[in-house]
């Protein structure tokens, strides 16, 4: 029988002084505030817009609760003191917005060079890439509209497809699992379909490469049921990343404004259950299914650890690993790697700038997820308050 085990915030927030439990609360406490995350994200803005020098608040405040550092080399001290309990790391350069053919290139050639670090880095198992970072996302939007291209968008399209083969090339050649991320659902139809292609190339003997399915959206169970059926037909195996999605005021808005039907959920409920399904229906099909299952929710962990205790797979099954953001949910990931799981956390880093619209991303999302934030928040103090306890017992 699955034993509670997140209330442990001693294990959780061992890594953290007390200076850091103390920002960790500030923090939350200010992300707690819709109002002031709203005003704060559109000063920010406006900073960058100006060019005013940001940097400096921005780096000692969000930036070190949700990134690991401006380049990888930082990172390693944080990835390794993680590794110390056992939660490995992914490494995401989190540059976002770009639109020039020669950023995409830097982009691959960045997502290669953090492919090979991966591989000589036993802390990292995995690697990511975002579709959108290495190709226009006007580009990725037609192709899933199935809209004509012109001359001069069909060679774009072919550069994208080039720089994706390239990723999972390489990550197939070093035996890294590469992480693809999903996103808005006007793109993702395009990208779900050069995934699979390249899952059909690359995963014949082993989950290589993974697609992310984001669970708010109504349909993704049957499309889990659907890429698991082709995979047995063309002799593939899927890698199936399971979260519960991103954009969802985005996707509402639009839907709403385009007189179209929501692609997402109708409430928070069922979108649980849709990620539960998901999550079952890989556990039962895990010979042909690897999961990485991305979620800060307690109520779907203890759910997956209960199905592989009753289907009798082991805790540190490879095919298997639970996932969580670097600066949320040490309660989960923590007491996940201390009892056993196969644990992650997904580290962002890059140039402060660069990364802004991430940390944006971050704080809006902690605010609209209902209880996201004040959970942090309470969790974050009552280790605060278990470690004043122990202090008075010393003194004592």
């Not at 699955?2 to 439990?21: E, G």
């Not at 780096?59 to 949700?66: A, N, R």
């Not at 197939?172 to 991320?181: C, S, T």
């Not at 409920?269 to 010979?287: C, H, K, P, R, S």
């Amino acid at each position: 029988m699955v034993t509670k085990i997140f209330n442990n915030t001693k294990r959780a927030f061992a890594l953290k002084s007390d200076k850091d439990l103390k920002k960790a609360l500030f923090i939350f406490k200010l992300m707690n505030q819709p109002a002031l995350v709203s005003v704060g994200t559109k000063l920010t803005k406006l900073g960058l817009a100006l060019h005013l020098p940001i940097e400096g608040l921005i780096k000692k405040t969000i930036f070190e609760q949700f990134c690991g550092g401006i380049t990888k080399e930082d990172c390693l001290p944080t990835i390794r003191k993680m590794h110390e309990k056992n939660v490995f790391s992914i490494l995401d350069y989190s540059s976002e917005g770009k639109d020039e053919e020669a950023e995409f290139d830097k982009d691959l050639e960045i997502k290669k060079d953090l492919i090979a670090f991966t591989k000589e880095n036993d802390e990292l198992p995995f690697a990511v890439f975002k579709p959108t970072g290495i190709g226009r996302f006007a580009i990725w939007e037609k192709v899933s509209a199935n809209e004509q291209l012109s001359q001069e968008e069909q060679k774009e399209w072919e550069r994208i497809k080039n720089r994706v083969d390239k990723i999972c090339a390489l990550a197939h050649e070093l035996d890294v699992v590469i992480l693809a991320d999903a996103e808005e659902s006007w793109m993702q139809d395009a990208a779900d379909d050069l995934m699979e292609e390249m899952m059909a190339k690359y995963n014949k003997e082993k989950a290589i490469v993974f697609n992310t399915l984001q669970c708010y959206r109504w349909d993704r169970l049957q499309y889990i049921k659907d890429l698991h059926v082709r995979a047995q037909n063309k002799g593939f195996k899927v890698g199936a990343k399971l979260v519960r999605g991103a954009y969802m005021e985005k996707e509402n808005l639009r839907a709403s404004k385009m007189n179209y039907p929501t692609p997402i959920c109708e409430d928070k409920e069922a979108t649980d259950v849709n990620f539960n399904a998901a999550l079952y229906y890989g556990i039962q099909n895990l010979d042909e299914i690897s999961l990485y299952i991305g979620t800060h929710n307690e109520v779907s962990t203890y759910s997956a650890m209960r199905l592989m205790e009753e289907r009798g797979i082991e805790k540190n099954d490879p095919r298997i690993w639970f996932a969580q953001l670097y600066g949320m949910s040490d309660h989960i990931s923590y007491n996940l790697a201390l009892n056993g799981y196969n644990t992650v956390k997904l580290v962002p880093y890059g140039p402060i700038r660069e990364v802004i619209p991430y940390l944006i991303r971050r704080a809006e999302e902690n605010t609209s997820v209902a209880g996201q934030t004040g959970r942090e928040y309470a969790l974050l103090m009552e280790e605060k308050h278990r470690r004043e306890g122990n202090f008075v017992k010393r003194v004592k």
